[in-house]
């Protein structure tokens, strides 16, 4: 499989074949659903206007489609969505030393690493970055400079994370708290667990989040369950939302205060998004949030990639299809709900409208080449991204064999172009 790393473009990169539609719809021809259908989905407007037969749309003379794009042997998906990426340290794991927050840096890295989520399939992505103490505004101004030459591409959304609001000391944190908001942060964020008082740190988070109507995305390994229960009975009812993540501390607990505790989160109507690929520096423990205890209780579960070739975890890949196929794989959810925690869940957790293959739903979609799910997050690695209507990523992978056992069946399975 291709691993190339995409350098940040001056303009919209433009793939090879027919990948971008102009004012004209586009016609996604031959993709099959997850139900078994193959149909063609035509795309106008940034959604989805129709789905039919295959031929159907085509033939119909409603609309035009100068262009199409054929996806025969695709599975076509509603895009996934990543809840939550270190942006301002993403790629740095390379670079030897200190992570470098200079405004540079930070935003090449970030661009970066978007364009590498992206073509992996997540259109929108929530950014958690470094504010106050030694970065100050700088890396959040970088990231929100990514955000801007991003557009069109991909939706990039900004978490304010200060690591000392309480105190003396918490005094400069709240200030910077607040000018990171007016700055361009659309998150509240934050690592209770590195204040001295973790209570009082959560109070000024959601008092300054509710100042400004902003979400509230909470950084805890959730390790403490009488801490966690205090988070989510203060957090509960507030809207737009709150989440927390990576609560890998609640897989640690015994089995019956860690239903309490699930049961409590449900109640409060919080977000628990988990880290299945790795965790990341907000957290000192590494482990996955039990996602079926949390999903069983009612508490919506979404997964993110965390640390992405950063210091604390320099392979992460940031591919929500493989944070699925964990998911699946090693903690027994089934391929449809381990996908629609990266994608239906993810983008609620998000904030973001519901994503259907059916009219009138957004045109954010993932077409992954498979015959179905339990394939797709197996082996897929072929992939075209739709964004606003638009291909705006493609990845092509092609599998051949050779030697004596190749030349002597002809008929061996072949995923792929030309001749071994």
Known sequence: MPDSRPQPPPRPPSPPGPVAAGPDPLLLCGARLTDGRTVDVRLGGGRIEAVGTVGSLAADGTRACDTQVDLTGYLLLPAPAEPHVHADTALSADDGGPVS????????RATEAALLQLGHGATALRAHVRV???????????????????????ELTTVAVPRVLTGVAGADGLAVLRDAVRTGASVVGGCPDLDPDPTGYVEAVLEVAAEHGCPVDLH????????????????????????????????????????????????????????????CGAVDHRGTAPVRLLRSAGVRVAAGSGALRDVSNPVGRGDPLEAAYLLASRHGLSAEDAYDAVSGAARAALGLPEVRVEAGFPAELLA??????????????????????????RTSTVREYGGPA???????????RGDA
């Open 132 to 154: 106050g103490d030694v970065t100050g505004l700088g890396a959040l101004t970088a990231v929100l400079r990514a955000e801007r030459s991003l557009r069109g591409l991909a």
């Open 220 to 279: 805890t390994d959730a390790a403490d369950p009488a801490r966690l229960a205090r988070f989510a009975a203060m957090a509960g009812g507030l809207r737009p939302g709150v989440v927390l993540g990576p609560c890998g501390g609640l897989a640690r607990l015994p089995a019956e205060p860690a239903a309490r505790t699930a049961d409590r989160l449900a109640a409060a109507g919080v977000t628990v998004v988990c880290l299945p690929q790795g965790g």
């Open 406 to 416: 190749a030349e002597m069946e002809p008929g061996l399975p072949r995923q792929g």
């Open 101 to 108: 927050y200079e405004p540079r840096n930070v935003q090449r």
């Open 368 to 393: 992954v080449r498979g015959d179905g799910l339990p394939e797709a997050l197996s082996l897929g690695y072929s992939r075209v991204v739709v964004h606003g209507g638009r291909v705006v990523a």
